[in-house]
């Protein structure tokens, strides 16, 4: 299970990427002024990419193993069942992260979860597609995977 709270590079309070020099010194020439290297992707960007590469990704508020609401925990815990990796991200640690997800899949609400790179929903969603037998079928291998691990 990962998860991750920034973004990578080094970021402010907000979460965004910055870079710091010191221009006050005249007496500092410019190679020699501190600069924090950032990343060149934007969130929105970000937000794709970790669609993409990660089968199962939840944006939450808090981690999987300390969650900071109920229908996070709701949420990972009906996804827990199929012994399936998570990726999760922290939107509580950073707003432009939770707007940049909200754009991204034109929903307002978290948990929101995302599955094989498509959006699935919420909590409620899961749990009702877990309770009719769907959310094993849409987790295809990644569930059986999961569950010949946990057998072993």
Known sequence: MTYSSGISGDS?????????????????HQDFQPTSKGSDMSLQDIVAQDIKENPVIIFMKGYPEAPRCGFSALAVKVLQ????????????????????????????TFPQIFINGEFVGGSDII????QKGE??????????????????
């Open 12 to 28: 402010n309070a907000n979460g965004g990427t910055s870079a710091t020099r010191v221009t006050a010194d005249t007496d500092t």
């Open 81 to 108: 069942q199929y012994g399936v990796s998570i990726t999760a991200r922290d939107i509580l640690s950073n707003m432009k992260l939770k707007e940049s997800v909200k754009a991204h899949s034109n929903w307002p």
């Open 127 to 130: 749990l009702s597609m877990h």
């Open 135 to 152: 959310l094993k079928d849409l987790l295809g291998d990644s569930a059986q995977k999961g569950e010949q691990d946990s057998a072993q």
